[in-house]
C-alpha cells in the first residue's frame, strides 16, 4: 500500500509540475469582452482555439505559444490577461504602429503586386507592407491596427529566434483578425484578399472554408483563417531569369504567370512545369490552381560562327582566270567573310597543300579576312605564292574558323569554341614562265 501512495505522489507532483509550467488558457474573458474590439475579439478567440487543440496533442510548445498570441493582442490594449488568459493587470505599453508605410498602392490588385515583388526579393523590412500599410488598404481601426503591429512584431522576433510555434501562432491570430474585416493578408500577412467576389483585389475560392485550421491538406495546400493557400515555386539556371523568382503563394483557383527571360548570349534551352518539359516556352501561366507546383527554366549559349562566303583574287594582276585557275608561280588572295554573334577570340586559318602541307593565319582587314602581308612580294600583297614546281591539278584550300563561346564556357566551367570552315578549289595548269609577263604578281 506504501508503495502505491508513492507512486500516486510521483504522479501528483509531475502532474503540478506540468501544470506551473504550462498556461491554462481560458475562453475570451469578460475583461477581453469590454476592452476588445470585436475583431480583437477574433483574434484571441483563434488563439485559445489553438491552445485547446495544442492541449489535446500534448503539444506544449503549442499552447505556450497560442497564449503568447493572445496575451499579444491584450497587451497591444493595455492589459495583460495572466498565465490563464482572464486577467486584467494594466500594462503600460508604448504604440508600435509608427506610421510608416512602403505601399503606394490605390487598389487591391496593386497592392498584391508589391506583396509579390517584396516575397520574391525577401525584403520585408523595406518594403514589405505595414500596419500602417494594412489600415489603408482595409480601413482597419487604429485599436485593430495596433494589434496588428503587435502580432507582427511578436512574428518577426520569433521567426528570428527560430521559434516557429509562436511565429505561426501570431499569425493564425492576426489572420483571425484580418478575417473579422472579411479578408485575409495571405501566408505572410502582406496581401489583401478580399472575402467578395466583386472587390478588385482577390476573391475567396467556393467553399472557402477550412475543416483543418492550422493545419496541413492532402492538396499541399496551407489554410489561413478562410482561405487556402498553395506556393509554386520557381527556379532558373545560369544564363537567365524567370520572374517572379522564389516562392510566389497564391490563394486557391487563383492564377499566375511567370515570365522567362534569356540573359545577352543566351537562349531558353527548356522549361519544366513539376518537372515535366512545356518546351523552350517564354512564359508560363499557371490557372486555377488548386496545389502548389514548381517551375524551372534552363538556358543555353546562343552564340554562332559560320563563313558567309570565301573568294580567291589575284589582286588585279589577271592572273587568275575563271573558275579559279592559274599557273604555278602566281600567288592569289582571299576574301573570307565571317558571321559571328556572342563569341570572342575570333580566328582564320588557311590549309593547303601544293607541294608541302601548309597552315597560314588570316587577318581582319576592314571586316574581311585576307592573308598576311607577304614578305617576298615587292609589292606589299597579302598573297600566298604557289611554287613554280606545283604539278598541274585542283588543289584545296579550306579556311577554318574558331571562336570561344563565353556563354557555353561559362555553363561548363570550361573553354568551349565553336568551328567552321569553308573550302575553294583552285586549278594549277601550266607556269608563270610560259607568259610573256614582266609584272610583278
Known sequence: MKKRRNILSVCLAMLLVFSMATPAM????SKDQ???SKAQQSAVQKATNDFNNAKSRGDTAGMAAAHAAAEAVRNSSGYSGGSDGSGSTSKSSSSKVDGTTHS?????SDYNKEADNTASSGNYSSTGHTAKDQQNMAGLSNADTETIAWLEDLYSASSKSGDTATAKAAHSAA???RNAYGYSGGADGGYYYKDNSSNPGKSTPSGG????????RDDGGTPAGNYTFYNITASAGAGGSISPSGTTTLVKGDSKTFSITPSSGYKISGVKVDGASVGAVSSYTFSNITSGHTISAEFASNASVSVGGAALGDGGSGTLKSGNATKSGYGV???VSVAASYVSDVTVTASY???SAKTVSLENTGGAWQFPVNGTSVTGARKIYIPVETPDDTYTITFHIKALDPQATALT???VYLTATKSVTLTIKGSMYEDDFTGNS
Open 104 to 108: 503606394s498602392a490605390s487598389n487591391a
Open 209 to 216: 472554408g477550412n475543416s483543418n485550421p492550422g493545419g496541413g
Open 34 to 36: 469590454s476592452s476588445l
Open 333 to 335: 588572295t582571299a576574301n
Open 353 to 355: 597543300s601544293f607541294t
Open 175 to 177: 489572420e483571425a483578425l
Open 26 to 29: 481560458a475562453v475570451v474573458s
Open 413 to 415: 566551367g570550361s573553354n
